[in-house]
């Protein structure tokens, strides 16, 4: 038996979700249902908000193969949204227990679920974890100096370590820049002047986001990749391209000073 999947789509656009469920649950019952095949349907289901046969049809999937991840973390946050903490955690630790290098959203998820739990060494613990592997380092540096603040440790306690693994990513995106540019033809030096324009933003915006932990701090990091991906890519294509270089990262600094005013 197949899931028509086209049947169901239109079902569902159409409002149809009594008679969607049921097309759903028929495939549920039958015997030799595919995990793949069911994870679509779960996501379908969880695209127009129907929570409740997203979460039976997810838990079916493990059913089927009881270290799936993908369904497992969906489980997780589902479980952590609705209240069931400890559930979550659960689900998290099955995908840690089964994978030799889990990605960064497993131990953010235990970090969520035991930090409502009130296990806040231990939500500390996952975040750093996770920030050891994650792009979004800023942000958990911000989160992970709350939940400090919350045990009355100093905030900045073991920061040295952190922005040194941040500092660490900065050079490999600066390495991967100058390739490009070098790729490119651009002289050294200005190669040089577009690079360390963007250490100098990325330098204060780490700062402003480890200091004040402010959400806009965080935020610039993301402004300067994109700044950084968009000098290398103007410069290749335009000999004029260091003026609109220039400009954003003119622009980057406008961004910064605005996420901290």
């Excluded at 549920?28 to 039976?56: C, H, K, N, V």
């Excluded at 410069?235 to 901290?260: D, E, F, H, L, S």
């Amino acid at each position: 038996m197949k899931l028509d999947f086209e049947n169901l789509t239109q079902l569902l656009d159409s409002g149809k979700t009594i008679e969607a469920t049921k097309l759903l649950r028929t495939y549920l019952a039958y015997p030799e249902r595919e995990s793949g095949t069911l994870f679509y349907a779960a996501e379908l289901f969880m695209q127009f908000r129907l929570e409740d046969i997203a979460e039976l049809t997810y838990r079916a999937i493990i059913e089927i193969d009881s270290t799936n991840a993908p369904a497992l973390g969906r489980l997780g946050d589902l479980s952590q949204k609705r209240g069931r903490s400890q559930e979550a955690v659960n689900f998290f630790q099955t995908i840690l227990d089964s994978q030799q290098s889990p990605e960064s959203w497993v131990f953010i998820g235990l970090g969520n679920a035991y930090e409502t739990l009130g296990k806040i060494e231990l939500a500390i613990s996952f975040f750093k974890k996770a920030m050891a592997i994650s792009k979004d380092q800023p942000g958990l540096l911000v989160r992970i100096r709350q939940l400090k603040q919350q045990l009355g440790i100093d905030a900045y306690d073991g920061y040295g370590e952190q922005m040194s693994s941040i500092n660490h990513t900065l050079q490999e995106e600066v390495a991967v820049a100058i390739g490009h540019l070098d790729v490119a033809g651009s002289s050294p030096l200005v190669s040089e002047a577009v690079v360390v324009g963007v250490i100098v933003i990325a330098g204060v915006a780490v700062g402003v986001a480890v200091v004040t932990g402010t959400v806009g701090g965080a935020a610039v990091i993301v402004a300067v990749d994109a700044a950084l991906d968009t000098c290398v890519a103007v410069i290749i294509t335009a000999a004029a391209g260091v003026n609109a270089c220039v400009a954003r990262i003119v622009a980057g600094v406008a961004v910064m000073v605005a996420g901290v005013a």
